[in-house]
């Protein structure tokens, strides 16, 4: 059963930066397109980040330049570098699969817990 858990979300002050994790179990990894979403409170969920399996990127562009997504096929993980985090970056992150590297593609897998990422000013 294919199951995405995202980790390393915590509270930073403006400026600062975190990584988080996304490893993936059930699935053949090295052949799906990931990407990294996040749902802010009294909003929709938008999709921030994405990565095709040749490693191609493309990013909203509330973060364009301040995020970097990155997969590791060998362990089955995705990652969302985050840097110079601002108080607007606060929100529930999450991975999911994308249908297909193209814009508005549906998620295709169960939502995880996501991982809370706080940014104090």
């Known amino acids: 059963q294919m199951q995405l858990v995202e980790s390393g979300g915590g509270l930073v002050q403006a400026g600062g930066s975190l990584r988080l994790s996304c490893v993936a179990t059930g699935l053949t990894f090295s052949n799906k397109v990931m990407a990294w979403y996040r749902q802010a409170p009294g909003k929709q969920r938008e999709l921030i980040a994405r990565?095709?399996?040749?490693?191609?990127?493309d990013y909203a562009d509330s973060v364009k330049g301040r995020f970097a997504i990155s997969r590791d096929n060998a362990k089955n993980t995705a990652y969302l570098q985050m840097n110079s985090l601002k108080p607007e970056d606060t929100a529930v992150y999450y991975c999911n699969i994308p249908r297909g590297y193209y814009r508005n593609a549906p998620a295709t897998a169960n939502w995880g817990r996501g991982t809370q990422v706080t940014v104090s000013s």
């Open positions: 990565i095709s399996i040749r490693e191609d990127t």
